[in-house]
């Protein structure tokens, strides 16, 4: 079965860290750019970041940058989002998408179920 499958989410408190997974089956990520992003209640969903075929080229969201760290292992067709010094307002469903491009995020077509992060004391 084709499909993105997200993991790792849950509750944590603010200050705290996650990472975050996007795993690949019945396809490769290879060569592919993979990007993240997420919704919270009652918003538009907004990306987070991106990471090219080239896994030195990388891209955040400034409410992110410094705090989230995306990177890619391509042997285990994964790309990772790890998340530290968590705020409430990091609280969304956080996606990962793929068939796209970093330099237009709108063209992402394929996308996983989503994971929700909860931040909260």
């Known amino acids: 079965q084709v499909q993105l499958v997200e993991s790792g989410g849950g509750l944590v408190q603010p200050g705290g860290s996650l990472r975050l997974s996007c795993a690949a089956s019945?396809?490769?990520?290879?060569?592919?750019?993979i990007a993240w992003f997420r919704q919270a209640p009652g918003k538009e969903r907004e990306v987070v970041s991106c990471?090219?075929?080239?896994?030195?080229?990388?891209h955040y969201a400034a409410s992110v940058k410094g705090r989230f760290t995306i990177s890619r292992d391509n042997a285990e067709n994964t790309v990772y989002l790890q998340m530290n010094s968590l705020k409430p307002e990091d609280t969304a469903v956080y996606y990962c998408a793929t068939e796209g491009l970093c330099r237009d995020l709108g063209t992402f077509t394929f996308w996983g179920q989503g994971t929700q992060v909860t931040v909260s004391s």
């Open positions: 990471i090219s075929s080239v896994a030195s080229d990388t």
């Open positions: 019945g396809f490769t990520l290879d060569y592919r750019a």
